[in-house]
């Protein structure tokens, strides 16, 4: 048995992936409005440095011709060019919740079977209605299937000391990233992203993918019983993945419904405030300074500023959007990343 067969990725989303912990941190968990907050702030900043360490000063750089004027109209037109079209698109996702009567029926027979299937596997009755519930009942139940798996290995059966390490490493990996899901998810709420976060730390595509390797390749040296409660963890590990996918589906549509009443509370403001500076605004008229800074050069930054807001506000929540997605862009045993290519190795 080679090395690679004992080799375990880390659990975690953060210890997987190659950015920094700050950055993700940013991508993910930091408020929405506060990254756009940060966006603008760096966009306000950098606008007033550039015009200070311009060699012309600033007062005659917006003096000279017209560049203000044509700002304007560029932040007019790319405005209402951007929000219409980010919000058709909004739109034109969320319309996959519309459809006739048939159509909204077969997606409720097929969410009912997954559920029956989930509460066959996690031994309920009813599975639980409310996300982090339901996630946490199918992470419990595979520490649940992995400790079966555990207590039916019978040390004496005369098993081989590698396939016997190999198993033990397996089922603590299993049991302990089970363990550490569970509490995140505990009293989490759909809507915030606490619960994708949770769903994105188990992770169920490498278990899936080694549990079926144990199973075919050392699935002679088990008993029945062994094998049984190893066939249970897989099918749990199986229904796993779409759950996440379900939910993290679910959790796009409603950061894209959110994305979309924020560009039209902001969209307005920032048109009048670029429509006024165009109409109104003459840097002619502030020839003053302000702490050293041109007062025209100071009131275009802001005005700039607060007239992209709308786009910083986009690029805020797009981004989270597209680090989940490219955390996600598999379901089941495919592993993309590539700290984890080394477990596809030949396992003789």
Do not use: C
């Not at 360490?53 to 951007?82: F, K």
């Not at 797009?318 to 590539?338: A, M, N």
């Amino acid at each position: 048995m080679s090395d690679s067969d004992r080799h375990q990725p880390s659990d975690t989303m953060r210890e997987r992936v190659s950015e920094s912990s700050r950055m993700l941190w940013l991508l993910l968990d930091v408020d929405r409005w506060i990254i756009a907050g940060l966006f603008s702030a760096t966009l306000f900043l950098f606008l007033l440095a550039a015009g200070i360490a311009h060699p012309t000063p600033p007062h005659t750089l917006l003096t000279r011709g017209d560049p203000a004027e044509t700002l304007y109209q560029a932040l007019i037109t790319g405005t209402i060019t951007g929000v219409t079209l980010v919000l058709t698109l909004s739109q034109l996702i969320l319309s996959q919740e519309l459809g006739a009567v048939g159509d909204q029926r077969e997606r409720m027979e097929g969410a009912m079977r997954f559920r029956d299937d989930v509460a066959d596997s996690v031994g309920a009755a009813v599975s639980p209605a409310e996300p982090s519930a339901f996630l946490r009942s199918l992470v419990r139940a595979t520490k649940e299937r992995a400790q079966s798996v555990e207590e039916a290995v019978d040390e004496g059966d005369g098993l081989d000391d590698d396939l016997l390490e190999l198993l033990s490493a397996y089922l603590d990996s299993v049991v302990g990233n089970a363990d550490e899901v569970t509490d995140q998810l505990e009293g989490r709420t759909f809507g915030e992203f606490d619960v994708v976060e949770a769903a994105l730390n188990y992770n169920y595509s490498w278990k899936l993918y080694a549990g079926r390797r144990i199973r075919e390749e050392y699935g002679e040296g088990l008993s029945e019983e062994a094998l049984d409660a190893l066939d249970e963890l897989i099918e749990t590990l199986k229904l796993f993945g779409p759950a996440r996918e379900h939910f993290k589906t679910l959790y796009f549509q409603w950061e894209l419904a959110n994305l979309s009443r924020a560009l039209l509370y902001i969209a307005v403001p920032a048109l009048a405030v670029a429509i006024g500076s165009l109409i109104l605004f003459d840097p002619q008229d502030f020839s003053g300074t302000t702490y050293g800074v041109a007062n025209s050069l100071l009131l275009v930054a802001t005005t700039t500023t607060v007239s992209l807001l709308p786009f910083t506000v986009l690029l805020a929540y797009i981004l989270r959007i597209v680090t989940i997605t490219k955390r996600t862009l598999s379901i089941g045993p495919f592993i993309l990343r590539e700290t984890e290519r080394s477990v596809d190795v030949n396992w003789d």
